[in-house]
Structures are given as structure tokens and as C-alpha cells.
């Protein structure tokens, strides 16, 4: 079956670093995606790896590996207002948008 | 403004009573999708539309129709609401297959 997976919750302190992994299986692989959503909010989305390596926007950052089905969402100077889910998705070989079930990151002061 | 909209936000209904919940957006985007979104679950696609007249099943069809007679809209028809069908519902769109979708404000549903 196609899956992605990530941890399901997350706790970092104000100004640190945190990274979100996510690994994946899938039928056919177009890429790998992240998308932020708040509580009560729609989700938005954050960032695109479609080659292996290191794509920065910001205060965020993500990385992909195809070889190992592996990618990761890292967040610098973390803030208050980063506290939310963050879902990794994936397009697979007949366009659908298959998502993870979310890391909840909380941050505390 | 750019938007995806969505009505009704909130729909508390009975089973079996036929509903449709109404996508638009105006930013002429070709692909649109549904996603019902669950504690646990993430977001899962229910059915897609790469263009007008073009439809596809997502990972949990069973129990949901669309259309998309229009560039514009994307409708979600529920033709008889079951309670295992109370969720979280988004609608998205995005130019092609770009990844950066953009999603509605979402429609609380509750079926009882």
C-alpha cells in the first residue's frame, strides 16, 4: 500500500531548530511537498522538492532523498506562531495527493 | 483577491439527506480536488479533476460524487450521508499539477 509517515507530534523551544522527517512509499513518485496548517485553518503550502537536495525558502527548509524515500522540513529560529501541523504529501503515479498524517509542533517559550 | 471558497462552512444534517457542498475558484486553476481531513488521519483525497469533464477517484471515493462542468466550480455531492461521513472537508485547486495547492476555508460536516 502507498504510505507516508512522520512523527506524530513535536516539542521544540523558542529560537531552536527542529526537523520533521518523513519517509514514504508510493506508487510512482512526483515529488515530495509540506504544507503547514494552524488549528481551526486551512492548510498552506510551505515548500516543493521535486530533485534530491536541499531547497531553503526562509526560516524553512527541506531536503529529499530519493534513493532512501526520505525527506525532511527544518524550521530555524523557531517562533510561537510556527506552533501547528505540518503534513508531508507526495503525487504518485496516477496524480492523486497522498498526504501523511501530520507532526504537531509545539513551541514552547 | 485570489480564493478558493467553500459553502456551507458548517452542515449539520440527518442520514440520507442528500447534500452539496460548492467549490469555487477564481483564479483559473485546472486542477481541483476534495480531501475530508480526520484526528489521525491527515488529509485524504476523495476525487480530483485535472480539467473540465475530466474527473478521478482519490483514496476514499465510496460514498461521494462530483462534477466539474466548469472551470470554476468543483461541487461535492454526498447523496446519502451516512455518520461515518462526518469529517473536515476541503476543496483545493492549483495551475496543473503544480504542487502548490490552495485550500478553502473547509466545511465542518456532522451526520447523525
Known amino acids: 500500500g502507498q504510505s507516508l509517515e512522520q512523527p506524530s507530534e513535536v516539542t521544540a523551544v523558542e529560537g531552536a531548530i527542529v526537523q520533521i522527517n518523513c519517509t514514504y512509499q508510493t506508487s510512482g513518485f512526483y515529488g515530495l511537498s509540506w504544507y503547514q496548517q494552524h488549528d481551526g485553518g486551512a492548510p498552506t503550502f510551505l515548500s516543493y522538492n521535486g530533485l534530491d537536495g536541499l531547497e531553503e525558502t526562509g526560516r524553512f527548509s527541506s531536503f529529499l532523498s530519493r534513493s532512501d524515500s526520505y525527506g525532511y522540513l527544518l524550521l530555524q529560529e523557531l517562533q510561537m506562531k510556527d506552533s501547528a501541523s505540518y503534513f508531508c504529501?507526495?503525487?504518485?503515479?496516477?496524480?492523486?495527493?497522498?498526504f501523511g498524517s501530520g507532526t504537531r509542533l509545539l513551541v514552547r517559550p | 483577491e485570489a480564493q478558493v471558497t467553500q459553502n456551507p462552512r458548517y452542515l449539520i444534517t440527518v442520514t440520507g439527506k442528500k447534500l452539496t457542498v460548492t467549490c469555487s475558484q477564481n483564479?483559473?486553476?485546472?486542477?481541483m480536488s476534495w480531501y475530508r481531513q480526520d484526528p489521525g488521519l491527515g488529509l485524504r483525497q476523495i476525487y480530483y479533476s485535472m480539467n473540465v469533464e475530466v474527473t478521478d477517484k482519490g483514496d476514499v471515493p465510496e460514498g461521494y460524487k462530483v462534477s466539474r462542468k466548469e472551470k470554476r466550480n468543483f461541487p461535492l455531492i454526498l447523496e446519502s450521508p451516512s455518520p461515518n461521513q462526518t469529517s473536515l472537508y476541503f476543496c483545493?485547486?492549483?495551475?496543473?499539477?503544480?504542487?502548490?495547492?490552495?485550500f478553502g476555508p473547509g466545511t465542518r460536516l456532522t451526520v447523525t
Open positions: 483564479m483559473n486553476h485546472e486542477y
Open positions: 483545493a485547486s492549483s495551475p496543473g499539477l503544480s504542487y502548490e495547492q490552495y
Open positions: 504529501a507526495v503525487r504518485d503515479s496516477s496524480y492523486k495527493l497522498i
